[in-house]
């Protein structure tokens, strides 16, 4: 039927019609005009929704809970209410591109596509309150009071602030993170107000370090490993991530930005920010990102109390650029697990992490092929949570060759932009 359409021609012509009536459509019903954010903006002004193209609608706009209004009350555990939150997000309206893998894992034993493991129960079918009740009240879940002051201690001198971007560099990344801050100065500080950027020093040399303070129009700071155990002073292992995330977010009154020195934004990016206020957070997904569990070394699923079958149909996320809101959900659900997680060895580091960084070309019978560390518990706890509506929370339409929001470059490099003609530029 189709074929015989199309060899007659009269699909052209429907073809032709359907364009026409779209074209004279969008002339009818357009607005006169995309409004252009001019002024700087505050997160209040996100808000409000004044003067902003999305396409997250004014009527949606989530409204915070009671608990979350007052930003300086300590956040109780309260599983019902955290249950509800979660149930109100999964029920927004929502226009991310659901992210699908292609069936039975039957023939994917030397692949890494995400794929359904046979006998195993769906992630999905859990109900919302266990799912809840698994992460924030199992024990291997939990930060001690003894972790969590060493936690906020890292950030004892970041000020309070609606918007906080943070990033690390070690002396390999300098180049990089001049380029990013080359970026970060022309894209995204001449838009926000009451912002703070961060960057901790996890090995520069002293003269990078000396040029990042006197260019870089941020706060340096030494991150204090000894506060913390030794793998963490490992810098492959991650770790270090995870607990800077945590004590972030205890200063970021809105949204804690992370973002490794390779991420880029484009002039949308307010967008991003915006749905994170209504979703609770954004991260990075590839519709070609690999199977989890091809990234992820057994002793990870068993620290956590997790069948890593049920694993296999989820790909893992990007774990170098995050935006979080500071919210009971985000914190309790997400980033006390994953900082927990990290601060054990057994979990996030469980071999010498130079052996498994890099992923074999081959795989064989399901085996993992390498090992993401902080990126491999964050897919799981993401995965955990929201289940097959992980996309939901993830950056629509995210592509690295044509980013409409943000994307990874890497080896995107700068020599001489902290200096004085370089910030001049
Ligand atoms: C917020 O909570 C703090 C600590 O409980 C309290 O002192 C303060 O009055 C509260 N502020 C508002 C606006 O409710
Ligand atoms: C949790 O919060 C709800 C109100 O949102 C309240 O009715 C309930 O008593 C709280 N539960 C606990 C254990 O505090
Ligand atoms: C920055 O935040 C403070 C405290 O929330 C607020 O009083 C102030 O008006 C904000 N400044 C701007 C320019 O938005």
Redesign the pocket.
């Known amino acids: 039927m189709f074929s015989s359409l199309m060899k007659n021609g009269r699909l052209q012509v429907l073809l032709f019609l359907c364009c026409l009536l779209f074209v004279l459509a969008c002339l009818l019903f357009a607005q006169p005009g995309p409004r252009r954010w001019t002024a700087s903006v505050n997160m209040e002004n996100l808000k409000d929704d004044e003067g902003f193209e999305t396409k997250v609608s004014k009527e949606i706009f989530y409204q915070p809970?009671?608990?979350e209004k007052n930003f300086s009350e300590p956040i109780?555990?309260?599983?019902?209410?955290l249950t509800?939150l979660l149930r109100e997000r999964l029920a927004l309206p929502n226009d991310a591109l659901k992210i699908t893998h292609k069936g039975a894992c039957e023939g994917h034993e030397t692949d890494v596509q995400p794929c359904s493991k046979e006998g195993c129960p769906a992630l999905s079918a859990k109900p919302l309150e266990k799912r809840i009740k698994d992460l924030v009240l199992s024990p291997q879940f939990q930060l001690n009071d003894d972790q969590l002051r060493n936690i906020l201690r890292v950030v004892r001198d970041v000020p309070e602030t609606d918007i906080i971007i943070a990033t690390a560099s070690s002396s390999n990344h300098f180049k990089e993170m001049q380029a990013m801050f080359k970026a970060l100065h022309s894209t995204v500080y001449p838009k926000l107000t009451n912002f703070t950027v961060v960057v901790f020093d996890i090995g520069l040399k002293k003269r990078q370090r000396k040029l990042t303070e006197k260019y870089c129009r941020c706060r340096v700071l030494t991150f204090p490993f000894k506060l913390f155990p030794p793998h963490v002073r490992e810098l492959h292992c991650y770790g270090w991530k995870a607990i800077m995330i945590r004590g972030l977010i205890t200063k970021a009154r809105k949204l804690l930005i992370w973002q490794d020195t390779s991420i880029r934004w484009t002039d949308e990016f307010l967008s991003v920010f915006h749905r994170a206020m209504v979703f609770g957070q954004q991260f990075l997904e590839s519709m070609h990102g690999a199977r989890l569990t091809s990234h992820t070394l057994p002793q990870m699923f068993a620290y956590m109390g997790e069948e890593s079958c049920q694993y296999f149909a989820y790909r893992e996320t990007q774990c170098g650029f995050q935006v979080l809101k500071h919210d009971p959900l985000v914190i309790q659900a997400i980033l006390n697990p994953w900082t927990r997680c990290a601060l054990e060895q057994s979990c996030m580091c469980p071999v010498v992490p130079e052996s498994v960084i890099r992923c074999s070309k081959s795989v064989s019978s399901f085996e993992p092929r390498c090992h993401r560390f902080d990126q491999s518990a964050m897919s799981i706890i993401l995965s955990k949570l929201y289940a097959a509506d992980r996309y939901r929370f993830a950056v629509p339409e995210y592509s690295n060759k044509n980013p409409k929001y943000v994307s990874i470059k890497r080896g995107d490099r700068l020599d001489d932009y902290f200096s004085r003609d370089g910030s001049l530029q």
């Open positions: 809970s009671s608990s109780l555990t309260n599983v019902s209410d509800q």
